[in-house]
């Protein structure tokens, strides 16, 4: 099963040069340094290291004055309901 999850902001945007930089190390936008003076620029580049880590992909479009959406896309093993077993081994995750 495929799962999307869209966070979606109507604040201040991200200009199209600055949008290419938003997922690295250290990085954070001087535009946005008065709402997040405290940020150290980590968080958007560790989930996006960590999605991609688990086969998933995160996406980043914004329109200035407008606002951001970040989405993640992933694939999800799901268990059927009469499934009672705990745990998945290698040949369950084969048939899904």
Do not use: W
Not at 38 to 49: E, H
Not at 71 to 87: I, Q, T, Y
Request: glycine share 10%; hydrophobic share 30%; proline share 2%.
């Amino acid at each position: 099963m495929k799962i999307i999850i869209e966070i979606t902001d109507n604040g201040v945007g991200i200009s199209p040069e600055k949008i290419k930089s938003v997922f690295m190390n250290f990085n954070s936008l001087a535009e946005h340094q008065k709402m997040n003076p405290r940020g150290t620029g980590l968080g958007l580049s560790i989930c996006k290291n960590l999605i991609e880590k688990m086969g998933g992909q995160v996406n980043v479009s914004s329109l200035q004055g407008k606002g951001t959406t970040f989405s993640v896309e992933m694939m999800a093993l799901c268990r059927h309901g009469s499934d009672k077993r705990k745990d998945f081994n290698k040949k369950d995750q084969e048939k899904y």
